[in-house]
């Protein structure tokens, strides 16, 4: 079976806090993406990975930034973290051009 | 711009009825639909459709594409407590990339 895992299921910030959000396969997928999942507004791709050290913005890239340093690990950073930034966070990883699979997501709340 | 819009936006049914969730897309080089169902956590995968009118099943799920009218069907018959999640559907156009597009999904709730 995939397995996609997040650091953390439950994180609360505070408004301006750097924060790092690490999502592990552990599958060998070549690409790797981050989502974030508000009511009413669906699942909205913020930057993805098809290659270590390559990255694209998706959707609503503004604010967050990600590293991908070695094929398993994808992390998205929050530079300096806002209210509006509260929202549920779920990582996918897949094969080229395959289904998505997801990790179990991490709430943050940013105070 | 490419879009899912999916119909309702959420559902009250008892338990043994018939549903039908609808999703409709517009996208650049269509590839894929998918389904997904989210429960408390992440999405878990249930259907690829890439084909129009071959149904897929699933037990009691089922699902179908018509890529003329640019939407798909998933059916869910005789409903239980446990189907009560949210239902996305997705749309993979052929691109350089794997981009995804999720529609806002349909709530679900099955009511003894």
């Known amino acids: 079976d995939v397995k996609v895992t997040q650091s953390s299921r439950y994180l609360v910030k505070r408004t301006g806090e750097k924060v790092f959000l690490e999502c592990v396969q552990d599958?060998?997928?070549?690409?790797m993406f981050w989502y974030r999942q508000d009511p009413g507004l669906g699942l909205r791709l913020i930057y993805f990975?098809?290659?270590?050290?390559?990255?694209e913005k998706g959707d609503i890239p503004e604010g967050y930034s990600v590293s991908r340093e070695k094929k398993e690990r994808f992390s998205l950073i929050l530079e300096s973290a806002s209210t509006n930034q509260t929202s549920m966070y779920l990582c996918?990883?897949?094969?080229?051009?395959?289904?998505?699979?997801f990790g179990p997501g991490t709430r943050l709340t940013v105070l | 711009e490419d879009k899912v819009v999916q119909s309702p936006l959420s559902l009250v049914v008892h338990e043994g009825d018939t549903v039908t969730l609808n999703c409709s897309y517009e996208?650049?080089?269509?590839?894929?639909l998918l389904w997904y169902k989210q429960e408390k956590k992440a999405p878990t995968f249930l259907f690829m459709l890439?084909?129009?009118?071959i149904e897929k099943k699933s037990g009691r799920l089922s699902s179908i594409l018509d890529k003329k009218e640019l939407f798909s069907i998933l059916n869910i018959t005789a409903t239980q407590t446990g189907d009560s999640a949210i239902y996305l559907c997705?749309?993979?156009?052929?691109?350089?990339?794997?981009?995804?597009?999720f529609g806002p999904g349909t709530s679900l709730s099955v009511i003894p």
């Open positions: 990975s098809y290659d270590v050290k390559m990255k």
């Open positions: 996918a990883s897949s094969v080229l051009r395959d289904t998505q699979y």
């Open positions: 890439t084909s129009s009118g």
């Open positions: 996208v650049t080089n269509f590839r894929s």
């Open positions: 997705a749309v993979e156009g052929v691109t350089s990339y794997d981009k995804v597009i």
């Open positions: 599958m060998d997928h070549e690409n």
